[in-house]
């Protein structure tokens, strides 16, 4: 629950500007959510598709494993 809650305020300060990180008087830049020529332009690295896709796989089964402990932990009998 607690990781959760990590997790919501990281995304909300992703998300909504950080006060010090405007100067007094200045606008923020515009941009778009997903700069797409960006990821474009990552994707043509030769190297970046799979460091993504072994980092994908790695999250993926990180949470299997998380999963099936806290399975495996709540079948366990007391006192064995």
């Known amino acids: 629950m607690q990781a959760a809650v990590l997790s919501g305020i990281a995304l909300l300060l992703a998300i909504f500007p950080i006060a010090e990180?405007?100067?007094?008087?200045?606008k923020a830049a515009g941009h778009a959510l997903i700069d797409w020529a960006s990821v474009h332009d990552?994707?043509?690295t030769p190297s970046v598709?799979?460091?993504?896709?072994?980092?994908?796989?790695?999250v993926v089964s990180f949470?299997?494993?998380?999963?099936?402990?806290f399975?495996?932990?709540?079948?366990r009998e007391p006192g064995v």
């Open 49 to 58: 598709p799979a460091l993504l896709a072994t980092a994908f796989a790695s």
């Open 21 to 26: 990180s405007l100067r007094p008087g200045s």
């Open 42 to 44: 990552a994707f043509d």
């Open 71 to 75: 399975a495996a932990a709540q079948r």
């Open 63 to 69: 949470a299997a494993f998380e999963t099936t402990l």
